[in-house]
């Protein structure tokens, strides 16, 4: 029959003061009280049971909270029986009694903890954890019941470097490689949830070459509460190495634009729509009108934003009278059109398609958005659509033109040119894990082929602040950075998998597709406030001109000469 471990805490409780009065009153040559000792008890339990919960308290899952709980209940207690017995008894004796107390309890309880947590995992490979903040002290304690011995903390603080965290030592990134010596170390966890990606970068091309492997905490808005960290450490990955934070993201110029709004999201379901989903219910919008015309992506996205009201509509955006009744219904206040066919190579096959879901589609959305008195309308452009050589990117400039100059009718339009992202559907780095997965070699179009690319997250935000500070007929440009080598890119894909099997294939450029992508078609662009955004210069086209060449786009039976005429710089690329 198990005792109840809440009684065991009571018994504790008597014994141990029975113990250190003993002692107490040995050292100050003192006969024993029984009725102090008694009164002390009777309070010491009395105290335990009624602050704190104090004696329902786990020893097995004791922290530094445990001894501060415990301390404080029996000063409380100390308290008490003082006025008691003050004057009575030297208050030299009650004080060194009630110290010696804290201090053998507190012993008992954390001896306790370690044998009882103690691993019997025999600890056969090394782990240094870079961060000795929360995180890395954290992880350092989860990993005692592992087959990992932490060998060091590592931390660019100078203030902590050459100190220890229970026996185990802080160093320089410096100090560390020179420890290294021939062999490399088994693991390297990066514990710095807050740390901008540049950073993580930084941390992984110094190094990696240590290391046989290299895991990172994720970020605090993904650390999951109530899981060990250890059990949330993921694979460093090259979404980790290229991304970058924007160093002049304005939060509150978002949010002051998207709170409280009813906002229509089209193409909401996809990777650009979802993510600018997850944006306004973070920003605090008031509603969300979710429309896609795919039921499986509308479902996904309607499924996890559910913080703000959201109405979902699964509908084709070449469907006028059909989309009217959404913006007649549910009369959105900002519109961020993100539905588009942007894989090149599948448009090229599917040109009628291609036009009339990118621009009927979009001089749709445009056309209700002006009648139904929308305050603000955002286009996600692409790098495509400089000087464009494939349909696609065609297409979405002439979705750049006819925003541009349907402006100034009661609604500010603007559009928002950027290139790849990484990890969106159809974009290279999935498609490149899987063929890395499946154990087969990764195809590249090209050795010279090159994009930009940008994370999700970050393109998402600078869209939404782009849209923010628009006044209407801007094309808003984000800054990329530099373009990225896709060989280059394939090579550290290969290198983080540890697949030694893996070489790169040159199958040649596709249909409409270019060696490198811009971001400007001239050199003429305008700052704004933010390093991060630039402004397009404005190109004039008469709009009853084009919506009269879209028209007759529609019925000609040659499109791409038709294309050429509308995007001059359209230069057709069939790489066949």
Same mark, same amino acid.
């Given at each position: ?6 009684? !065991? ?72 029986? !003082? ?60 990993? $005692? ?22 026996? =185990? ?10 420890? =290294? ?34 895991? %990172? #905490?994720?970020?605090?808005? +993904? ?30 110029? =978002? ?7 009813? %906002? ?25 009108? !979710? ?16 913080k703000i009201e959201t109405v979902s509509i699964m509908q084709n955006i070449v469907d006028k009278k059909f989309l009217e009744s959404t913006f007649k219904t549910y009369m959105p206040e900002i519109v961020i059109h993100a539905a588009a066919y942007k894989h ?21 959305? %445009?056309?209700? $958005? ?51 992202? !990484? ?72 290198? #983080? ?17 270019? #060696? ?14 933010? +390093? ?11 709009? +009853? ?5 879209? %028209? ?25």
């Amino acid at each position: 029959m198990r005792i109840d471990k809440r009684i !065991l805490n009571f018994l504790v409780i008597i014994v141990l003061t029975t113990s250190t009065f003993l002692w107490t009153f040995f050292i100050f040559h003192m006969s024993f009280d029984y009725m102090l000792v008694g009164s002390v008890i009777l309070i010491r339990i009395i105290s335990s049971f009624f602050i704190l919960n104090d004696y329902s308290i786990s020893w097995s899952k004791v922290s530094q909270k445990t001894f501060l709980i415990k301390s404080f209940v029996y000063i409380t207690a100390f308290l008490v029986y !003082l006025p008691i017995f003050y004057g009575h008894v030297r208050f030299s004796f009650l004080v060194s009694e009630l110290f010696l107390y804290i201090f053998t309890i507190n012993f008992f309880m954390y001896l306790y903890y370690y044998i009882i947590n103690r691993s019997s995992v025999e600890k056969t490979k090394e782990v240094v954890i870079y961060g000795a903040g929360k995180a890395g002290i954290k992880l350092e304690s989860e990993f $005692s019941n592992t087959e990992y011995k932490v060998k060091y903390f590592v931390d660019d603080d100078k203030i902590i470097q050459n100190r220890s965290i229970d026996s =185990i030592k802080v160093i320089s990134q410096d100090d560390l490689k020179k420890s =290294i010596g021939d062999s490399k170390f088994d693991l390297l966890v990066i514990a710095i949830p807050s740390a901008p990606k540049d950073t993580i970068k930084e941390i992984y091309n110094d190094l990696s070459l240590y290391f046989k492997e290299i895991k %990172i #905490l994720p970020s605090m808005d +993904e650390i999951l509460e109530g899981k060990d960290f250890s059990t949330q450490l993921k694979d460093i990955s090259v979404e980790d190495l290229l991304a970058r934070n924007p160093k002049d993201l304005d939060q509150n110029k =978002i949010s002051s634009f998207i709170k409280d709004k009813t %906002i229509l999201v089209t193409g909401a379901g996809g990777s650009i729509g979802s993510e600018i989903c997850r944006q306004c219910e973070k920003f605090g919008a008031k509603k969300l009108i !979710l429309l896609d015309h795919s039921e499986y992506n509308l479902y996904t996205i309607t499924e996890e934003i559910n913080k703000i009201e959201t109405v979902s509509i699964m509908q084709n955006i070449v469907d006028k009278k059909f989309l009217e009744s959404t913006f007649k219904t549910y009369m959105p206040e900002i519109v961020i059109h993100a539905a588009a066919y942007k894989h090149v190579p599948m448009v090229e096959a599917n040109i009628q398609e291609g036009i009339l879901n990118n621009v009927v589609g979009t001089k749709n959305v %445009i056309d209700l $958005s002006i009648k139904y008195g929308v305050l603000k309308f955002v286009m996600i452009s692409t790098d495509k659509a400089v000087r464009p050589t494939n349909v696609m990117g065609t297409t979405k400039r002439i979705c750049e033109l006819y925003s541009q100059n349907s402006n100034g009718q009661g609604t500010d339009i603007v559009a928002v040119r950027f290139g790849n992202v !990484l990890g969106s559907s159809g974009s290279v780095i999935p498609k490149f894990k899987s063929l890395i997965e499946n154990g087969k070699n990764i195809t590249v179009t090209h050795p010279d082929i090159t994009r930009y690319f940008m994370l999700i997250p970050e393109a998402c935000e600078l869209v939404l602040q782009a849209g923010a500070i628009g006044t209407g007929g801007e094309i808003f440009i984000l800054d990329m950075g530099k373009p990225i080598k896709i060989v280059d890119l394939a090579k550290k894909m290969i290198d #983080l998998s540890g697949r030694k099997d893996i070489d790169i294939e040159f199958t040649g450029l596709r249909p409409g597709e270019k #060696l490198y992508e811009e971001l400007l078609i001239d050199e003429s662009s305008v700052k704004t406030d933010y +390093e991060s955004i630039t402004v397009a210069a404005p190109t004039k086209y008469d709009i +009853e001109k084009l919506n009269q060449d879209i %028209i007759e786009l529609l019925e000609s039976d040659d499109k791409l000469a038709k294309l050429k005429e509308i995007v001059p710089e359209f230069n057709h690329k069939t790489n066949i």
